[in-house]
């Protein structure tokens, strides 16, 4: 195939969903949270002490054997701890999952969770807590699959879309973010947002262009300087000097075991969070919008169809996928516990299928192999805008 940008145009009717009355479809959904919200209760605390208790586990098993030698399976299991920390605990607490859960601990509420000092006990990371609150939860679900979404793959990766470069380059590129993406995307993404956000509400004029990344990493420019004083030299430390140096009293093999163990569960926990994250909202079966949806139910419908689930199933299942294997449920309602999402899935797709709205679940291998295409400009997304066209 060609490897300029596939053109999707022809697979969009005229009216994409011409029966579907969409809001019957929202009033359906809103029956569904009602309920959910209804049973909110102790087993969804205790669910989330689980698994946060797994993700703990995780880690100390990893740093417990990382001392002895550099090796794979130490470097997994602290890199399980990572993702866990990010896709599970933090995700679901910033989403205020667990607020209006009865008995809730105020460390995991959303006022709480790593915020000040708690940063680094609950979620040490490159990516700053508050940036994430600004970037993910207000501008990406607050725009799912728009051109304005800061996460739409399609828009972030035009540059390697429309590049003339071969395949096999394009493909080297992917994988160079793929183990990255975290400090080389996201941690300077969420940022610049957050710090574009603060300056309005100071009155700074702004026009309207996001930066290029680039700009986090400038030490000579003012966002770079606070980008390396907030988001990278604090994680840094931690991860990479800190925690080695606790081993000292076992010698210097330790040190470096630990060392070298940190260094691959970082470029492990980058490439899974990659591939659990970046294709929820990727694939030449999704669609994507140029414009703002004109009512809630409306919103509702985009967020099925510009979503994908993965395979679902049980913990186990749901830990390895971070929880993210529950994303169309997630994108409708971003504020309910995770436990809720498995409860609800399956309702929510047999309202799919009654109402006609495209449910997209596939195993993620798969997706990522859909998300790739996207990125190297193989495939295109389908287009829908606010008239159905």
């Not at 940190?262 to 659990?276: D, G, R």
């Amino acid at each position: 195939m060609s490897t300029a940008v596939a053109s999707r145009a022809e697979d969009v009717p005229p009216a994409a969903f011409p029966s579907l009355d969409e809001e019957a479809f929202a009033r359906d959904l809103q029956t569904l949270r009602t309920e959910a919200e209804a049973s909110l209760g102790p087993k969804d605390l205790a669910h989330f002490r689980k698994i946060e208790r797994w993700g703990r586990v995780c880690s100390l098993l990893g740093y417990a054997t990382a001392w002895l030698a550099p090796n794979p399976l130490s470097a997994l299991l602290i890199a399980q701890g990572n993702t866990a920390r990010w896709t599970m605990m933090a995700h679901h607490s910033t989403h205020r999952g667990y607020d209006r859960v009865p008995g809730v601990p105020a460390r995991i509420t959303n006022r709480h969770f790593a915020t000040g000092w708690r940063r680094m006990l609950d979620w040490p990371d490159w990516i700053h807590p508050e940036a994430w609150r600004h970037e993910h939860n207000a501008l990406h679900h607050g725009r799912t699959g728009e051109t304005a979404d800061p996460d739409l793959v399609e828009e972030t990766t035009g540059f390697l879309r429309r590049s003339s470069m071969p395949l096999p380059v394009k493909y080297a590129i992917v994988a160079f973010f793929a183990f990255t993406w975290k400090l080389t995307y996201y941690a300077p993404n969420t940022f610049l947002e957050w710090q574009r956000a603060e300056r309005r509400r100071a009155g700074v004029p702004d026009d309207g262009a996001s930066p290029p990344l680039i700009t986090a990493f400038n030490p000579l420019r003012a966002e770079g300087r606070a980008f390396w004083a907030t988001c990278i030299l604090p994680y840094a430390a931690l991860r990479f000097v800190l925690l080695p140096a606790l081993f000292a009293p076992l010698g210097a093999w330790a040190v470096f075991s630990v060392l070298a163990n940190s260094v691959l569960a970082e470029l492990l926990t980058n490439l899974q969070s990659f591939m659990i994250i970046a294709p929820n909202h990727a694939g030449d079966d999704l669609y994507r919008f140029h414009d703002r949806a004109r009512s809630h139910a409306e919103f509702s419908v985009r967020q099925v169809i510009g979503s994908v689930n993965y395979t679902t199933g049980g913990d186990v299942v749901d830990f390895l996928h971070g929880w993210l294997n529950y994303q169309i449920e997630h994108h409708l309602w971003p504020n309910l516990p995770m436990r809720k999402y498995r409860e609800l899935q399956p309702r929510v797709k047999a309202l799919c299928e009654k109402h006609g709205v495209p449910y997209v679940q596939e195993n993620v291998f798969r997706r990522v192999k859909k998300l790739v295409d996207i990125m190297v400009g193989r495939t295109s997304m389908r287009t829908l805008d606010a008239r159905g066209r």
